[in-house]
């Protein structure tokens, strides 16, 4: 019995939470809400979630779901709530904005029965904000949006067609769903400048980063390699996760074509999975992997030689990737071919997990890979580093009790501005 469920501190409240993802899915945000939403009912809440259908990272609604146009389940002591929504097979703006236009126009009509004493909201998705902040604002409970991603910065930076147009409309809903909030968290530092600019007061930010919702690999490299095909002569790069736009995954395309010799894995799913495989075409050396299962997950990182994250050179301040904290568990490199002054740069030098090179650049990432796998020993030592920074900072106990934290504050006093203290905390860079 966990900790949790000796106190049940949270005995009789009711609590909302909003968010588009949730388990079934493993990767993404479904995982953080799932075991959010899941810890606060082993604390005793009466806990229920309004979602949608699963449908991440592939973008196509999972096959148990189809058809399906409400549906409540129970998922260890969870009530959850899914509402039908338009899943676009591309991206655009436009079939976003019809993405989140059905997500909120459902969630609003039926929202689940009852008064929440607190609604947290988890925002990638402008929807699940709103639906937020109303539903906050009929019962006069406090809200609790945590921002994962700032998508007024995302359509901006990240490439999709038509971002421009939309940056402004996806701003207007995150001002209006952070605005009126009770408190906001943050996963990074990085995003509080952003946060603020859309109106928030400093003081009402805090610092809730995501923790590692996997668990350490356990079966033996050569083993996993020699089941997945993988020759031990051959170097391995791995990238895991979604395969969208603001990845700027044509790098790696691009870096397989530069070095026959080394084989390029994308495992994973996304809308741009089948661009990508026309964009390889016939290349030898590069491999379209489905998801790993949950139980070998890190086993399958664990066994490549380099681990990799990109994005593309416009990609600065909206977005750290969730996928991070999987590859610090695996104890694997990682090489990181982002913008130097974002925050996921900041992450992997805070890790001491990796290295970093200029994005869209293949020749640069090439580079690093080769220098990693050319020094095996010194490969093992900076992937060693990941664990380590893990077990410091990242373990999901001390994630789970940031989130009880913001809780419990916003439920003793819900007034805006109550804090003074948070940029001090919000702003305090390694203090994670």
Request: proline share 7%; no cysteine; glycine share 10%.
């Amino acid at each position: 019995m966990s900790a949790a469920e000796h106190h049940r501190p949270l005995e009789d409240r009711a609590l909302l939470v909003v968010s588009t993802n949730y388990a079934p899915e493993v990767t993404g945000i479904g995982p953080y809400a799932t075991q959010l939403a899941e810890h606060w009912a082993a604390s005793g809440a009466r806990t229920q979630v309004l979602t949608g259908m699963p449908h991440y990272p592939a973008w196509r609604v999972d096959e148990h779901y189809r058809g399906v146009w409400r549906r409540r389940e129970t998922r260890e002591g969870v009530s959850v709530h899914r509402r039908r929504h338009y899943v676009p097979p591309r991206q655009s703006a436009l079939t976003r904005a019809l993405f989140e236009t059905t997500v909120l126009a459902h969630g609003l009509l039926a929202p689940p029965p009852g008064r929440p004493d607190a609604v947290i909201s988890q925002m990638p998705s402008l929807a699940g904000g709103v639906i937020g902040a109303r539903v906050a604002r009929r019962h006069r409970v406090p809200h609790i949006p945590v921002v994962q991603d700032l998508m007024g910065a995302a359509a901006a930076q990240s490439g999709i067609r038509g971002g421009g147009r939309a940056a402004a409309v996806a701003a207007a809903a995150e001002r209006y769903a952070l605005r009126g909030a009770a408190l906001v968290g943050v996963i990074h530092e990085s995003f509080v400048p952003g946060v603020t600019a859309l109106g928030v007061d400093p003081g009402r930010i805090r610092l809730v980063p995501n923790w590692t919702h996997v668990e350490a690999p356990t079966a033996d490299r050569a083993v996993t390699r020699a089941r997945l095909g993988w020759r031990e002569d051959t170097p391995v790069l791995l990238h895991s996760g979604n395969m969208g736009l603001k990845q700027g995954l044509e790098v790696l395309v691009e870096l397989a074509r530069l070095a026959p010799d080394i084989r390029v894995v994308l495992m994973g799913d996304g809308n741009q999975r089948e661009t990508l495989r026309t964009q390889a075409g016939d290349l030898p050396n590069i491999d379209f992997a489905p998801p790993a299962d949950a139980a070998d997950f890190t086993d399958v990182l664990a066994a490549a030689d380099v681990l990799a994250v990109t994005q593309r050179a416009s990609v600065l301040d909206m977005s750290v990737p969730s996928k991070l904290t999987s590859y610090f568990v695996s104890g694997r490199p990682v090489v990181a071919s982002v913008a130097g002054e974002g925050g996921t740069a900041e992450e992997v030098r805070r890790s001491g997990a990796g290295a970093l090179v200029a994005p869209e650049d293949p020749a640069a990432l090439l580079a690093a890979v080769r220098a990693l796998v050319g020094d095996p020993a010194a490969a093992d030592e900076l992937g060693a580093h990941g664990p380590r920074y893990v077990a410091r900072h990242l373990s999901r106990q001390a994630g789970l009790a940031r989130f009880d934290a913001l809780l419990g504050e916003a439920l003793g006093d819900a007034r805006p501005g109550a804090r003074s203290n948070a940029p001090r905390e919000a702003q305090g860079g390694a203090r994670r």
